[in-house]
């Protein structure tokens, strides 16, 4: 009966998270395809630390919705081709804290609040939303922000032209113990190496179709 209450769970959630970040999709697409992204990465590298099978499933469905908050930044900021304003900027922060009102509202979607809500925390405690530091950010918090800083720097923007796999893992590097956690650093530089060598695309997750939440025996429609 417990199983069969948390597959039907899980069910709920993977249906919501679609319906979701579909929504997100239609409002901004680079922001739907860099979900998907972050999620794929966020799935490989929690499996380096041994994470038990929920915190798993809550990192790998709070990278996927990290990003879920922007369906309620207005387009004009959203969609900017410039660099934002001081109080462009403030508004768009406020992502972290839409994103965690919205899924607060699906009792199947509130174990992904960790990595939405503090995503964008850093270190050294000058992040956002609450300026938390060190241990004060959870793990899966700290492993979302590392792969959504990799995939943020290897695409390209209106603005901001793309760094190269490589100028990014340096740039991650160079920030370890500032902005990122250094265990969760030296993971993910183990990881991409692991992968330059096998010459296997660090990024290859596109598209829903391509969607694995440990649902294995949850229907995909």
């Not at 990881?191 to 649902?215: C, H």
Request: negative net charge.
């Amino acid at each position: 009966m417990e199983q069969n209450s948390k597959t039907n769970s899980n069910i709920k959630y993977y249906e919501v998270a679609k319906a979701l970040i579909h929504a997100l999709e239609l409002k901004d697409p680079y922001t739907s395809g860099h979900s998907f992204r972050v999620y794929k990465m966020a799935k490989e590298l929690g499996k380096l630390f041994d994470l038990d099978e929920e915190k798993q499933f809550s990192l790998e469905g709070g990278a996927l919705l990290h990003d879920i908050g922007k369906i309620g930044i207005r387009d004009s900021i959203l969609l900017k081709p410039a660099s934002l304003t001081f109080e462009e900027f403030r508004i768009m922060k406020t992502h972290v804290v839409l994103g965690a009102d919205i899924i607060s509202q699906c009792d199947s979607l509130k174990h992904c609040l960790e990595p939405v809500l503090f995503h964008h925390e850093r270190i050294d405690g000058k992040g956002y939303p609450h300026g938390l530091k060190g241990e004060e950010i959870p793990l899966i918090a700290k492993i979302t922000c590392v792969v959504d800083s990799y995939d943020a720097m290897t695409t390209n923007r209106v603005y901001t032209p793309a760094r190269t796999p490589e100028e990014a893992l340096k740039e991650l590097q160079r920030c370890s113990g500032a902005q990122f956690d250094h265990e969760v650093i030296e993971a993910f530089s183990d990881w991409w190496q692991d992968k330059n060598q096998k010459q296997e695309n660090i990024i290859e997750v596109v598209s829903a179709g391509d969607l694995d939440l440990n649902l294995n025996e949850c229907p995909s429609s």
